[in-house]
Nanobody, 121 residues
Framework: QVQLVESGGGLVQPGGSLRLSCAAS????????MDWYRQAPGKQRELVAT???????NYASSVKGRFTISRDNAKNTVYLQMNSLKPEDTAVYRC???????????????WGQGTQVTVSS
């Protein structure tokens, strides 16, 4: 069945960079939209960035100009390049896949396990 696995999280200093990856596995023919969410302790989950199969992107105001979302459709993988990181970027980052076409039909709402990003000096 479909699984999403994130990687690339870690500890970085303010101003540093990090690239997250999320690979979807299973019998998947296509994924319409892939998103990155984050949630910090005591805060609501925030949609950070989204990308469609056609490459259209959107970003939260808090990360515009610093983060870049991209995807490799052949690999069913989404990336999040994070530059100029700030302490307030500290959170658990999770990827989400929507509008999947799989061997057993249309699917929606798959989540990865999450990867911790900590920005601190």
């Amino acid at each position: 069945q479909v699984q999403l696995v994130e990687s690339g999280g870690g500890l970085v200093q303010p101003g540093g960079s990090l690239r997250l990856s999320c690979a979807a596995s299973g019998s998947i023919f296509s994924i319409n939209r892939m998103d990155w969410y984050r949630q910090a302790p005591g805060k609501q989950r925030e949609l950070v960035a989204t990308i469609t199969s056609g490459g259209s992107t959107n970003y939260a105001s808090s990360v515009k100009g610093r983060f870049t979302i991209s995807r490799d459709n052949a690999k069913n993988t989404v990336y999040l390049q994070m530059n100029s990181l700030k302490p307030e970027d500290t959170a658990v980052y999770r990827c989400n896949a929507q509008g999947l076409v799989t061997a057993t039909g249309w699917k929606n709402g798959y989540w990865g396990q999450g990867t911790q990003v900590t920005v601190s000096s």
